[in-house]
């Protein structure tokens, strides 16, 4: 049988076209059966069932699968968790032996490389194939509004842009495997304390801006499916909200295809069928149970019904899923190219935070003489994200597998190391972290036990590696002047500590940059003080699944000044900025250039600028693009990203990066009259290494 499309080679890029958070810059996926076709047969299909049939192709069935009908030619669909790598359910004897364990998507986003994104994606997708998987439950797209949120592991960070251009290139990846990949939380889903009770309080211009900007990007890409979230927004649950199903998704964003459930997010199965949404999953509780019933009371017509079955039909057929068998094990033979993929992923997303007196990198002694002492809570583990993310990998590598293969005899694992044994190594590598889940949000800070082993190590060896493993940022105040060096090394996958160790080494020279800006103090958050008055964190799935308590609104209160934007207009000083990331080389920026200097509203500017690499190793750099706007009739972030690039590059050399910026770049939601806004006046390009390093500086004029 025809294949889909083979993945591209791995991009490291020194051109990049920019674009708008709500364009796509190049063709979109496009089905294997055409709308207007699959909405044909759909019809077809749909004047041979019955009223039961109907309603039960709307609810899940076996928690994991929609109905199938064989009579009618409708097959059951398998779906799977989700955007990391496929969570194997042990308890189906269909499943999968094996799957590729991914660094997380925030680890992705720290790589800012969107070619990348689509190989890791096409290679989830692949494995998908391989264990008759039609639906993969992800990509998460939801933002990085504060570092205690549990799922932030999940998601690709806090700015807008950067999470819309990965996110287009994972949905294109999955597609092009003949999987659907159905994006997710729609919408505002940015705390699971409790995430059903809470209400997202956010204004039109900022949804549009921010939160939207992602879903519409993998729209645009050709996304086939959408999952709802579980929290409300400005009231409602989006899932039953026809503000939130018909009028943004379906018609703002002009999706066309299969919108979902989460499971259990919804609780009024009347609202649910006139709201614009398709399936209700697991498929157990209100559609199942009362559809039929409302039906027969005039509450809703067989018609509404009908519209929510041809939607799931249309899409099932359009991605041929009525005419191939969903399964194919041929893609069992790619396991190595995707475990490449992986490692190659953990190689971009390292970052480095803090090299003081240049540590780093910490060769071997073929004399075996230096000694390295290594403890940490997970050296013998490889940490993860849990909850539905969760994916166990194979041939899985520790900390501890990947030093010992590097540093052989030099290298001394110490569980529990006593003071002496801290202060005699010539250099300490302690590791430390968080696991992360869905469910429950977890403090900024560390625990007190893991906050006391930092200590300890950086205040009796001045000469210590701190490596992070963790979902998100952690509070690193009370030792980060005292280490000489630290590594955010996220979830690493399967065999991503043999990446660490490369870089460690210096045989891999790191190049990842924070996706997301590491505060303080969890004070300094815009997400400081979400939680309802009096109630503090909890773990377990206790508190997910209580529904007692009254619904409590999360105010977005700093509108579009997500992130970075939020430090900068307040003037806060992080602890790490956004897109800070350190290389064991150095970089000059110069010779920035505009052509042409001054362009209409509906055209188009290539700015054009040189990097130098001034070290003695070769490296790249990814180079960053913000756009300041200071004459604008609303309040505008201190600087927004609008064009991102990696360009490698040899010692002493130079090479010219280039980007594409159409005017609409510049454009804003203007909520008076509810259309994007652009103004004709003078711009500043700020081009730098991250958001609070900005190197070149030049003016663009809108006439």
């Known amino acids: 049988m025809p294949r889909f499309r083979t993945i591209p080679a791995l991009l490291s890029l020194a051109l990049m076209t920019a674009i708008s958070p709500f364009t796509l810059a190049e063709p979109s996926f496009k089905t294997p059966v055409s709308y207007e076709e699959a909405d044909r047969r759909a019809a077809e ?89 039609a639906i993969l439950l992800g990509p998460g797209m939801n933002m990085y509004r504060h570092s205690q949120y549990g799922r932030n592991f999940e998601y690709f960070g806090e700015d807008p842009y950067l999470t819309s251009r990965l996110v287009e290139r994972y949905v294109m990846g999955v597609l092009d495997t003949g999987t659907i990949p159905p994006i997710k939380h729609f919408v505002g889903n940015e705390t699971d304390h409790p995430r059903r009770l809470s209400n997202s309080v956010i204004d039109d211009r900022t949804l549009r801006e921010v939160y939207l900007a992602p879903f519409k990007a993998a729209i645009d890409a ?65 559609l199942k149970k009362d559809a039929e019933r409302l039906v027969l009371a005039g509450k809703v017509s067989e018609a509404d019904i009908d519209r929510m079955v041809l939607s799931i039909l249309r899409t099932q057929i359009a991605m041929g899923l009525h005419d191939r068998p969903v399964r194919d094990e041929y893609y069992l033979r790619n396991y190595a190219e995707h475990a490449e993929v992986a490692l190659e992923t953990a190689r971009q997303s390292v970052v480095l935070l803090k090299n003081e007196k240049q540590l780093l990198p910490l060769r071997r002694d073929t004399a075996a003489k230096k000694k390295i002492l290594l403890t940490g809570r997970y050296v013998d583990v490889v940490p993860r994200g849990l909850g539905a993310a969760e994916v166990e990998g194979y041939d899985n590598i520790t900390l501890l597998q990947a030093l010992r293969d590097t540093y052989g005899e030099q290298l001394h694992y110490v569980p529990s190391p006593t003071d002496d044994e801290l202060k005699s190594a010539d250099v300490v590598i302690v590791e430390t972290g968080t696991m992360d889940s869905e469910g429950w949000d977890r403090p900024f800070a560390l625990t007190a036990a893991e906050e006391a082993r930092v200590v300890r190590a950086v205040t009796l060896n001045p000469r210590t590696i701190v490596v992070i493993n963790a979902g998100g940022g952690v509070q690193m105040t009370g030792w980060n002047d005292r280490a000489a060096a630290i590594l955010y090394a996220w979830y690493p996958g399967q065999n991503g500590n043999r990446a660490l160790a490369e870089i460690l080494a210096g045989q891999t020279n790191p190049s990842g940059k924070l996706p997301i800006t590491i505060e303080k103090r969890f004070e300094d958050s815009p997400g400081y003080g979400y939680l309802p008055d009096g109630e503090q964190l909890y773990q377990g799935w206790d508190g997910d699944n209580d529904m007692s308590r009254p619904i409590y609104n999360v105010v977005y209160k700093e509108g579009v000044h997500v992130g970075h934007r939020w430090y900068e207009k307040n003037k806060i000083e992080p602890l790490y900025a956004f897109g800070h990331g350190l290389s064991y080389t150095t970089f000059e920026y110069s010779d920035l250039r505009f052509n042409p200097p001054s362009i209409p509203t509906d055209g188009r500017v290539t700015i054009e600028f040189t990097v130098t690499n001034t070290g003695s190793v070769a490296g790249t750099e990814i180079t960053q693009l ?78």
């Not at 994606?121 to 692949?126: L, M, Q, R, T, Y």
Request: glycine letters at 10%.
């Open 45 to 133: 299909i749909l004047a041979k069932m019955t009223l039961k049939q109907k309603i039960g192709l709307t609810s899940g069935n076996n928690f994991l699968f929609s109905r199938g009908y064989p009579e009618l030619g409708i097959p059951e669909m398998f779906m799977a968790d989700a955007t990391g790598g496929v969570n194997i359910r042990r308890n189906l004897s269909t499943a999968l032996e094996k799957s590729t364990a991914f660094p997380n998507p925030l680890a992705l986003a720290a790589t800012w490389n969107p070619g990348l994104a689509y190989r890791y994606a096409h290679s989830i997708g692949e494995e998908c194939r391989a264990g008759g998987i």
């Open 222 to 286: 050709g996304a086939m499916a959408v999952m709802s979230s579980y929290n409300q927004l400005n009231g409602e649950w989006p899932g039953q909200s026809r503000h939130a199903m018909t009028e943004l998704l379906r018609g703002e964003l002009g999706f066309k295809w299969l919108v979902m459930t989460d499971w259990w997010a919804v609780w009024d199965a009347e609202k649910v069928i006139k709201s614009g949404l398709d399936l209700e999953m697991p498929g157990d509780k209100y």
């Open 626 to 703: 913000y756009v300041r706007d200071t004459q604008s009739a609303v309040e505008r972030p201190e600087k927004e990203l609008r064009a991102f690039g990696r360009v490698t590059v040899p010692p002493g050399e130079s090479r010219v990066v280039r980007f594409r910026i159409n005017a609409k770049e510049l454009s804003y939601w203007d909520p008076q009259t509810r259309a994007w806004k652009v103004e004709p006046h003078d711009y500043t390009i700020l081009i730098g290494s991250a958001s609070n390093k900005i190197l070149l500086e030049g003016k663009l004029t809108l006439r």
